[in-house]
């Protein structure tokens, strides 16, 4: 009898021809977060991906847990196609379910077994029933469903432990995430990874009124991300000198617009060369004046690249409570010195109007801030 367990992912069995690709990706995922363990074996059977592991199974879980596309992780037990192994594997599953009701269910693909999937489910559940006490059956409500799969060899499981659901890291292109120091971008750029988006992410750095521990808060958000399946690269643009000169020539009402729309220039220029397709921010509607339905239609005039805003409908504690999930929150909160709150103006424009927003930073020479801005890329 060995343990191992077994890997639910909904939403890809949808996926029609592409299906093995999606699997195939979630194979490797799996391989790479579990790959300090010695011995693991990721196989794909029956529809099925299997992991035998011999390290501490609640790590690998944990691991696992972090793994976009799966949907569920079961505990299971393989053994082989003999009553009493079986027998042993589903008493083993079922301690700690004392006081509970249950049922077995067995399938049968291999029809050589000499018993039927009801003999199956009856001979097993008996044998619960002697060697666990208080236990009761009920075929209709069980609290547990205890599964009995004849194949090859036999699979005995019970439970399920919730997976993050999503698609596999890779399976869906790449984006570029304007990673501030904030709550908001790092579960933005945790969304798009979600759907399967790998990132690369852009800080935008305004030294000195920008501190170095700014600058390591963003840092240290891109190490949380990068456990979720992939090395994060991390451009982080010298911005003082533009920022200066927005905050010099433009008049007031319209800077932190046009900053924003100097990030997205200088981020769609980085995105095209590392070969993603949208920006990513954390923007969500109507939360301050650079975020109302007129700001971000001058925003996206900026550029061409789409920008996706996976926060845009949630509400700030939505958010809040998504950031504590991911456990962004507690590095986001760290307080620092924005340049978002230096330069902030009294009064900014919640209705700017892209005419009067174009005429105003053409007061600048921003094109060469653009063309050749500084940077320093990390690899986290
Ligand atoms: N210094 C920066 N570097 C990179 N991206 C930035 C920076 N400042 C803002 N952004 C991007 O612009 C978006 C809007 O910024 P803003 O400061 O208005 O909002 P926010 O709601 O406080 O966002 P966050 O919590 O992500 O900082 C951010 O979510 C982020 O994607």
Redesign the pocket.
């Known amino acids: 009898m060995q343990d191992i367990l077994l890997i639910k992912y909904g939403e890809l069995a949808l996926k029609g021809d592409n299906r093995s690709f999606f699997e195939n990706k979630l194979i490797k995922n799996i391989k790479h977060a579990l790959s300090d363990f010695k011995e693991v074996k990721v196989e794909k059977t029956h529809g099925r991906i299997y992991v035998e592991c011999d390290g501490d199974i609640e790590e690998v879980i944990e691991r696992l847990k972090k793994v976009f596309g799966i949907v569920g992780i079961t505990k299971a037990k393989k053994t082989d196609l003999n009553l009493d192994e079986i027998f042993k594997a589903a008493v083993e599953l079922m301690k700690g379910h004392e006081g509970k009701t249950f049922k077995v269910e067995t399938k049968r693909p291999n029809k050589s077994f000499p018993y039927n999937s009801m003999e199956v489910s009856r001979r097993v559940g008996a044998a619960v029933l002697k060697n666990i006490k208080n236990l009761k059956v009920d075929v209709h409500n069980p609290d547990v469903l205890l599964n009995v799969e004849i194949r090859e060899m036999a699979f005995v499981y019970a439970g399920v432990i919730e997976g993050i659901g999503g698609l596999p890291l890779g399976t869906n292109g790449k984006a570029t995430?304007?990673?501030?120091?904030?709550?908001?971008?790092?579960v933005?750029a945790w969304m798009m990874m979600k759907r399967g988006v790998e990132v690369e992410a852009?800080?935008?750095?305004s030294p000195p009124y920008t501190s170095e521990r700014a600058k390591d808060k963003v840092v240290d958000l891109c190490k949380v991300l990068s456990q979720y399946g992939q090395r994060i690269k991390l451009h982080v643009v010298h911005?003082t000198d533009l920022q200066l000169e927005i905050y010099e020539k433009c008049p007031p009402k319209f800077t932190?617009i046009i900053m924003?729309r100097m990030?997205m220039k200088i981020a769609e220029k980085i995105a095209q060369k590392n070969g993603s397709m949208a920006l990513?921010?954390?923007?969500?509607l109507g939360?301050?004046a650079?975020?109302t339905i007129e700001s971000l239609y001058v925003t996206n005039a900026s550029v061409s690249m789409p920008i996706f805003r996976p926060l845009i409908g949630m509400d700030k504690t939505e958010i809040i409570d998504l950031a504590q999930k991911i456990s962004t929150f507690e590095i986001?909160i760290r307080p620092y010195e924005d340049?978002?709150t230096i330069f902030v103006p009294k009064h900014p424009a919640t209705k700017p109007k892209l005419d009067k927003v174009i005429e105003a930073e053409e007061k600048m020479e921003y094109q060469k801030y653009i063309d050749d801005f500084e940077e320093e890329v990390i690899e986290v």
């Open positions: 995430v304007l990673l501030s120091g904030g709550i908001d971008s790092p933005a852009v800080y935008f750095h911005f932190t924003r990030m990513i921010t954390g923007e969500s939360q301050v650079s975020q986001s340049c978002c």
